[in-house]
Nanobody, 115 residues
Framework: QVQLVESGGGSVQAGGSLRLSCAAS????????MGWYRQAPGTQREFVAV???????NYADSVKGRFTISRDNAKNTVYLQMNSLKPEDTGVYYC?????????WGQGTQVTVSS
């Protein structure tokens, strides 16, 4: 059963930081690269960052140098540390397998950055 539970979102001012967490079922986490995605109102969901089972990472150009993805294999959890936040980072953030996301997504966590 696919289980993805995101948390850690909130409202911050531009320049602030947030740390998102995603708890995944072990069957998903153990054998897959995990990604963070986000969706702003009126837009399609977009890729933010990915981490492989070996810890290799990749980021969307818009977040490089500001966001850091990490994973704790013992806790089946993936994190997204977001620094120097900008208003354009506002949206609902989701995690899922990458690159072939499961059709069942979690509820996401809302991030709102005010200028």
């Amino acid at each position: 059963q696919v289980q993805l539970v995101e948390s850690g979102g909130g409202s911050v001012q531009a320049g602030g930081s947030l740390r998102l967490s995603c708890a995944a079922s072990r069957s998903i986490f153990s054998f897959n690269s995990m990604g963070w995605y986000r969706q702003a109102p009126g837009t399609q969901r977009e890729f933010v960052a990915v981490i492989s089972t070996a810890g290799l990472t990749n980021y969307a150009d818009s977040v490089k140098g500001r966001f850091t993805i990490s994973r704790d294999n013992a806790k089946n959890t993936v994190y997204l540390q977001m620094n120097s936040l900008k208003p354009e980072d506002t949206g609902v953030y989701y995690c899922n397998r990458h690159p072939y996301a499961y059709s069942a997504w979690g509820q996401g966590t809302q991030v709102t950055v005010s200028s």
